[in-house]
């Protein structure tokens, strides 16, 4: 199994994911024209992926959406609140899976669950192969004791660190944002993150991904020094997804 961002950000964000004959495609948060040149630099075509797979409908996760999906005949999985507050948006084909139920798609297996952030039916995922699991978690206030209980004992993490709260609070934004993200539906600190990762069992961790920074409320060393130290190890092992190039292609191996 093997996973690689097309980009992440609050302009954008898309993951993708393969397994034999399986690839996903987790959020379509660009242009499709930029989806394609995204995933060619992956070395794919739009008629590789298999499914989309939607985390909720906010506009940096769904911007390619509706485009892409009919213009190479992708489905679409969404949770019913996230096809509530998209109606209007014409899909290729709709599938529909609840946070609280694992399903399949080909090869792989997703086990969604709930998360608290300002959306209709947000969820986010844990991908598996029947041997190694990918935890995805972006676009969370804070973790619940069901968000630790998901990505333990994960092969992978891609982890929201999305702000340092002291850049936050001086920085641009307008005071309503300021606390929309700082708050219980927002987004995840540098420091948030660190102290999930203190939580949860990363003994098996390959890959640790850092996604969703903020442009203007924090910095990548910032944020790899935080992971870094909760995990005792060095900011060079903890990777960044960036919002103009994302990253590479990430492989999980047998030990």
């Avoid at 005071?175 to 069992?201: F, M, P, Y």
Wanted: overall charge negative; aromatic content about 6%; charged content about 25%.
């Amino acid at each position: 199994m093997r996973f690689a961002l097309l980009g992440s950000g609050s302009k954008g964000n898309a993951l993708v994911v393969e397994y034999a004959d399986t690839r996903l495609l987790i959020d379509c948060g660009f242009s499709a024209k930029e989806m394609e040149k995204r995933l060619a630099r992956l070395e794919l075509v739009p008629a590789d992926i298999d499914a989309l797979v939607i985390t909720h409908e906010h506009d940096d996760h769904w911007r390619g959406v509706s485009r892409f999906s009919r213009r190479h005949d992708v489905p679409v999985w969404l949770t019913p609140g996230t096809q509530a507050a998209k109606a209007a948006d014409a899909l290729a084909a709709t599938e529909l899976y609840s946070p609280h139920e694992p399903f399949a798609i080909g090869d792989l297996e997703l086990f969604p669950y709930p998360v608290p952030h300002d959306a209709r039916e947000p969820a986010q995922l844990v991908v598996g192969n029947g041997d190694k699991r990918l935890g995805i978690l972006s676009d969370i206030g804070y973790a619940t004791p069901h968000v630790r209980e998901m990505i333990d004992a994960c092969d992978a993490l891609v982890l929201e660190s999305n702000h340092d709260p002291e850049m936050l609070a001086t920085g641009p934004y307008p005071a309503s944002l300021k606390r929309r993200v700082a708050g219980k539906l927002g987004h995840l600190s540098n420091q948030q993150a660190a102290e999930l990762l203190t939580q949860i069992d990363a003994t098996s961790l390959q890959q640790l991904v850092v996604a969703h920074i903020s442009e203007s409320n924090n910095r990548p060393e910032l944020a790899q020094a935080a992971l870094a130290e909760a995990l005792s190890t060095t900011a060079d092992w903890v990777h960044v997804a960036n919002q103009r190039e994302g990253l590479s292609w990430r492989s999980l191996v047998n030990r």
